[in-house]
């Protein structure tokens, strides 16, 4: 029991840092935006486009993203589990790696040298893949547990060990980005493997085992989990075939949209709403709840270039960048919200709602999807969509961190070592 409560509350020094990544990277977009050296939107700069979003699509989801997942998976799995907590040079070790990795990327990108930029890059893109690595061992200890994975089943323990491959294969597909396909083959792992597992999983931690609303039966997640990952190889191995120009764009949107789909189903629509909506919903996390109900949205956006035509930017599928940055987002902050309250023992039903944050966050959704859409925008240098994106954009993330770095960093005195809800699984665990 010590063991496990020794180490609760090491989330705080995760998300704090997570927070001020996202911020970085936040003044790093939009610098891009306005102050962009490398004529990124030119006719002629498809191959630098593609590269410059594989950099980017790696450096937001290894960075601020997994710092928000490893804060969770360090406070709440050792009490989930019965184990002793995880090592602490463990953690500081994948923050060390991480930020360095996330520093030398920035640097390449400020530099304005575009030689400058690959070389760096790949040596943030190593670091960050090695950081993923130092997780590994305490991966491991949760598979080991696997029999007490209750309510999320494989979907608790498997995300984990994906890490190595999914490390393995950012930095192969940089490497040999120069091979037709290869970036794209990087880009896709990300979002169809490592962003849709974690992203099952977090719905599942939260609607299943916090709240208790026994969304999906857990007896049918193995099935699921088998189902999802072959969605996820299968887009990989299409998005190779597509940059080949084997397989038409279209192939690429309607399976995407079917990964996204399947992902929305996993859990009970149905149930999710009666218990979430109506004259008297129960306790949840709102942010949670919207980035679940973006999943069905993004996947209209994704089958949406069949009938409006694909006039975006050379192979880059907008739906990737909305999935990482606002259905991901919302959830993996909504949670690590949540669980923060639970630290302090906030009655669930008298919790913040942050409703003009997500608004925000929405309407900055909807800008990047028409910006990134519509070729004038973009292709005939019109830029003014994008600056108001980039300005709402920044305007909702200042606020979001602020509210992150507010209460960890100055958590009030009523905060406790373990949190709500939590305590009655080590009761059953002991």
Request: glycine share 6%; hydrophobic share 50%.
């Amino acid at each position: 029991m010590n063991d496990r409560k020794q180490f609760a509350g090491s989330y705080l020094e995760l998300f704090t840092t997570s927070m001020f990544f996202f911020i970085a990277l936040i003044f790093l977009l939009s610098w891009l935006a306005f102050f962009s050296p490398y004529e990124m939107f030119e006719s002629g700069s498809k191959e630098r486009i593609k590269t410059m979003n594989f950099v980017l699509i790696t450096l937001f989801t290894l960075g601020p993203t997994m710092g928000i997942l490893a804060g969770i998976a360090f406070d709440t799995l050792p009490l989930v589990y019965n184990i002793p907590s995880f090592e602490k040079t463990t953690m500081r070790h994948f923050l060390q790696l991480n930020g360095i990795g996330q520093l030398f990327i920035h640097i390449g990108i400020y530099s304005g040298n575009w030689t400058l930029f690959i070389e760096l890059s790949g040596i943030g893109i190593v670091l960050m893949c090695l950081a993923l690595l130092t997780l590994m061992s305490s991966s491991m200890d949760i598979a080991k547990q696997k029999s007490k994975s209750g309510e999320v089943g494989v979907f608790s323990y498997a995300p984990g060990l994906v890490l190595v491959f999914c490390s393995l294969f950012i930095a192969a597909s940089w490497f040999m980005r120069t091979i037709d396909g290869m970036i794209e083959v990087g880009v896709a792992f990300i979002v169809a493997i490592f962003c849709s597992m974690m992203l099952s999983t977090t719905l599942l931690s939260h609607f299943n085992r916090r709240l208790g609303w026994n969304t999906t039966n857990p007896s049918t997640l193995p099935f699921r989990f088998a189902f999802l990952l072959l969605l996820g190889v299968g887009y990989v191995v299409m998005s190779f075939l597509r940059a080949r120009d084997r397989v038409p764009e279209d192939w690429i949107d309607v399976w995407f949209a079917v990964l996204l789909l399947n992902v929305f189903f996993m859990m009970n629509p149905l149930k999710v709403l009666r218990f979430s909506t109506g004259r008297y919903p129960k306790p949840h996390s709102n942010f949670a709840l919207i980035g679940y109900l973006l999943l069905p949205l993004l996947a209209v956006v994704s089958v949406a270039p069949i009938w409006t035509g694909h006039q975006g930017i050379a192979n880059i599928q907008p739906t990737h960048w909305l999935l990482i940055a606002y259905s991901c987002f919302f959830v993996f902050s909504g949670f690590a919200i949540y669980l923060h309250q639970d630290h302090l023992h906030y009655p669930p039903a008298a919790r913040g709602r942050y409703w003009l944050l997500a608004v925000l966050f929405l309407a900055s959704g909807a800008l990047m999807t028409w910006s990134l859409f519509e070729q004038s925008i973009l292709l005939e240098q019109n830029y003014d969509p994008i600056y108001v994106w980039v300005l709402t954009q920044t305007l909702a993330s200042l606020i979001l961190s602020i509210l992150f770095v507010r209460h960890t960093i100055f958590p009030i005195d009523n905060w406790h070592r373990i949190p709500m809800f939590y305590d009655r699984l080590i009761e059953n665990n002991d």
